[in-house]
């Protein structure tokens, strides 16, 4: 079936610190899938962080960064030094691309926790 | 910009009790969504709706039942709340049906059953 994995947390790092959460995805219902990162800050909902609908395309924001390979069905999120507003929960979506559903499917999140 | 609007915020119910959760957005998005989410675990879809008056199943819709009554809000209800369930209720709206579509969340309703 369709499913994300990722990194389990919570991981906790240093300020200026670089990270990596990984995820990875199997789409064996998806013929085009698109790859989402969520992020659910303390006290806030959960919003986009990123999106890449091409494989082999990067998406960045706020520093963040994630290349979609459709070969190692991967999607991790990296950032070369975090800060300590970064701390937050982080979901990897699976995503139908030609698909017109809207479902997403959500890895179980990762809490990051970035100390001073 | 918009917002999603959940109520309530807080659902205490007993076993059994059929419970009410609703959504409203502001977006004037077509799609809005219905997902549940349990302690360290990830969201998992319950219904959506691609327009007002339409309903689709997700992975988890039994137990559920959903009403899109006009384009801006969606509610969802628990027929038979289960003892000791507790969970958080996410509800979701884009812009379209699309895979591709940004979805934006609403702060969530929190459920609780005694």
């Known amino acids: 079936g369709d499913s994300v994995t990722q990194t389990e947390g919570p991981v906790t790092v240093s300020e200026s610190e670089s990270l990596i959460i990984n995820c990875t995805y199997s789409a064996t219902s998806i013929a085009y899938p698109n790859l989402f990162w969520y992020v659910r800050y303390p006290g806030e909902g959960l919003q986009l962080l990123l999106k890449v609908i091409t494989a082999g395309q990067k998406g960045s924001s706020r520093g963040f960064e994630a290349t979609y390979n459709k070969e190692t069905t991967s999607f991790h999120l990296q950032k070369a030094s975090v800060q300590e507003s970064d701390s937050a929960v982080y979901y990897c979506a699976l995503g139908e691309g030609a698909g017109n559903t809207g479902k997403l499917i959500f890895g179980l999140g990762t809490t990051l926790q970035v100390q001073p | 910009g918009g917002i999603i609007t959940q109520t309530p915020k807080f659902l205490i119910g007993q076993e059994g009790q059929k419970l009410t959760l609703k959504c409203q957005q502001n977006?004037?998005?077509?799609?809005m969504y219905w997902y549940r989410q349990d302690s360290g675990k990830g969201l998992r879809l319950i219904y959506y709706s691609i327009t007002e008056n339409d309903l689709q199943k997700g992975d988890l819709s039994e137990g559920y039942d959903a009403s899109r009554e006009k384009k801006s809000s969606f509610s969802l209800t628990v027929t038979s709340a289960q003892k000791n369930e507790m969970a958080v209720f996410l509800c979701a709206s884009s812009i379209r049906d699309w895979g591709y579509a940004e979805q934006f969340f609403g702060p969530g309703t929190r459920l609780t059953v005694l």
């Open positions: 977006f004037n998005h077509d799609t």
